[in-house]
């Protein structure tokens, strides 16, 4: 029998809360100061559980390394003219936002 912590619950909440979203629709998240980018090379899921969890240490070092923070005037000017498609997900107050890797 198999048990599920509650850890492994969170994180398939959050997985489950993900979407894909079009840049222009996200612009109330990123003029509030909601909108956080968060590195291609990082786990979006874990990212937003790591945020859940208030893991300050590892939030320090991603934003240290630029593969987080709030998301820049010059990133959301090239999402808007790139009609760009990113993943989403909320951790209240914050709007994770990922850009799509490309299908190699």
């Known amino acids: 029998m ?3 912590t509650p ?5 398939a909440k959050v997985n489950l809360e993900t979407a894909q979203m ?6 109330r998240y990123f003029a ?4 956080i980018f968060v590195s291609p090379e990082l786990d979006l899921v874990e990212t937003a559980f790591q945020m859940s969890e208030d893991n300050a240490t590892q939030i320090s ?4 390394a ?4 709030k998301v820049s005037d010059e990133q959301a000017q090239h999402w808007w003219d790139e009609d760009a498609s990113l993943w989403a997900v909320v951790v ?3 709007v994770l936002v990922q850009p799509v890797k490309p299908v190699p």
């Open 2 to 4: 198999t048990t599920t």
């Open 22 to 27: 079009n840049w222009r629709e996200m612009q």
């Open 61 to 64: 070092q991603w934003m240290a």
């Open 92 to 94: 209240s107050p914050w």
């Open 66 to 69: 630029g593969q987080f923070g």
């Open 7 to 11: 850890k492994e619950i969170v994180r």
């Open 32 to 35: 509030s100061g909601a909108a």
